[in-house]
């Protein structure tokens, strides 16, 4: 590859060598003081979204917001991953296994950026009830998808999928971190765990659960089924005609 130029720095350029396994495609841009761009053929592997899921519900329960707002901080826990969605073209336009170009080149671009984390808590906040409180939630749960992502997402290739946080206004500052743990390393078993741990414990305490975002009968049979297992918590007596 040809050597960096201008105000590169040589660090970044090694990272973004470095964290690249054997099949990537790295882009040299035509501007010589821009950092390369590291494409990876077929990408399979990144926190698992339902633990991003959890990760929203457990952040927005101590909060005591409207199950529309809840859903909001949810769904924008889980939105960065819908820069995912490329691999659905590829597949219809019948790309062979290791010709991954759209989702190569996109995950953890489009949606992993500090301009999508903007725009996306601008939109919460535009539609939910609660807005500061919302957005403020909506805006950490983005945040703590990157850095889940940084510290917890290698495929077992040992692909890191770096973020250019940055982006679109450079792509010159790449997240990644050696120590960064494999997906199904036990870390993130431990994690998700812990989180529908919480999750659960918040469904038995406050009398609602994830459940409920799509079913508000289902969830309280569900929030019933847990409190007569374990017994209902202090000061909740059963609602009549439940």
Known sequence: PPPPGGGVDAGTIRLKIDCAPPDAVIVWPKDR????????????????????????????????????????????????????????????????????????????????????????????????????????????????????????????????WPIAYLLPFTDAVSLSWRGQWMLNAWPNVVITAALVALTLFAAWRRGYSPVGLFSERADRAFVETLRRRFGRPPGKKKAPGR
């Not at 957005?135 to 889940?148: C, D, E, K, N």
């Open 33 to 160: 003081g821009a950092a390369p761009r590291v494409y990876r053929p077929v990408g399979k592997n990144e926190m698992n979204p339902l633990t991003h899921f959890f990760a929203g519900w457990v952040l927005a329960c101590p909060a005591d917001l409207s199950r529309r707002d809840r859903a909001l901080i949810c769904a924008a826990s889980v939105a960065p991953d819908l820069d995912g969605l490329g691999l659905l073209f590829d597949i219809a336009a019948g790309h062979p296994e290791g010709g991954y170009v759209w989702y190569g080149r996109f995950h953890h671009v489009l949606g992993h950026n500090i301009l999508f984390i903007l725009a996306a808590t601008l939109a919460v906040g535009l539609l939910a009830r609660r807005r500061a409180m919302t957005a403020l939630l909506a805006f950490t749960v983005l945040q703590l998808h990157i850095l889940a992502d940084v510290v917890g997402a290698r495929g077992p290739d040992g692909f890191q």
